[in-house]
């Protein structure tokens, strides 16, 4: 049986080392992108080989098309093409609304939802000749519930949860599942800004009574790539019973 492949964005650090980490365990061919951190993307390559797997690594902004389009080439010189798409890169932007830059807020944009859009596009052709294919988005709490002082990556998460609902809809007929990881308060670094006394608060308004971990995001969706071939559609929310 053919080696599958999985193309993971973002994947330097984080959710995302977590999750091309765990496909390469369970004998996966890796792609990783990230954008700016190269010795961090090397050093997850490095790990992800260890585990007797190629794993190819791209420095380049998923949110430009010019980069995604030469990613996926060399991922189809190398690979074929993905059988499993995980959008994962992103950022945050703490603050009011009405102090954010105009160029903030298309930064948001081109990063958290664009990057989405154009790997999607880009990874479909393949998966619709295979007639199968898994598209997992990285998404959070907040593009279900909104938060005070993220408006902007609320709105860009919760536009990457409509998008999968619809896309799902889209690709089903092609034996193509996408889904959504709604996140909560994962322990990464994305979280390490938060004084102590902050975040023994945020801990004590999750019901689990602590953070995700990054390998819990990473198993649940390396799940929603193995298995549940007629579950599509949905956002799912791993937040501790937070949200």
């Given amino acids: 049986?053919?080696?599958?492949?999985?193309?993971?964005?973002?994947?330097?650090?984080?959710?995302?080392?977590?999750?091309?980490?765990?496909?390469?365990?369970?004998?996966?061919?890796?792609?990783?992108?990230?954008?700016?951190?190269?010795?961090?993307l090397l050093q997850t390559q490095k790990e992800i080989q260890s585990y007797q797997v190629p794993c190819l690594a791209y420095m380049g902004d998923?949110?430009?098309?010019?980069?995604?389009?030469?990613?996926?080439?060399?991922?189809?010189?190398?690979?074929?093409?993905?059988?499993?798409?995980?959008?994962?890169?992103?950022?945050?932007?703490?603050?009011?609304?009405?102090?954010?830059?105009?160029?903030?807020?298309?930064?948001?944009?081109?990063?958290?939802?664009?990057?989405?859009?154009?790997?999607?596009?880009?990874a479909i052709p393949y998966m619709v000749r295979q007639k199968q294919g898994k598209i997992v988005n990285i998404s959070s709490v907040w593009g279900v519930a909104g938060a005070s002082c993220e408006a902007a990556y609320s709105a860009t998460k919760g536009g990457i949860n409509a998008l999968t609902k619809a896309l799902a809809k889209e690709l089903a007929p092609s034996g193509i599942q996408v889904n959504a990881v709604a996140c909560g308060a994962i322990d990464t670094e994305m979280n390490q800004w938060l004084e102590e006394e902050e975040l023994i608060s945020l801990v004590d308004e999750i019901p689990a009574g602590r953070l995700g971990r990054a390998e819990e995001v990473a198993d649940l969706v390396y799940h929603l790539s193995y298995k549940d071939s007629y579950l599509t559609g949905q956002v799912i929310g791993l937040d501790g019973g937070w949200i």
């Fill in 1 to 40: 049986m053919a080696r599958k492949t999985v193309l993971v964005t973002g994947a330097s650090r984080g959710i995302g080392k977590a999750i091309a980490v765990k496909f390469a365990k369970k004998g996966y061919n890796v792609a990783i992108s990230c954008v700016h951190s190269r010795d961090r």
């Fill in 62 to 122: 998923m949110g430009n098309m010019k980069c995604c389009e030469e990613w996926f080439e060399q991922v189809k010189k190398q690979f074929g093409g993905a059988d499993v798409l995980v959008n994962n890169a992103g950022i945050a932007y703490i603050g009011l609304l009405q102090d954010m830059s105009s160029d903030d807020w298309e930064k948001m944009l081109h990063v958290n939802l664009t990057s989405v859009f154009n790997c999607c596009k880009l």
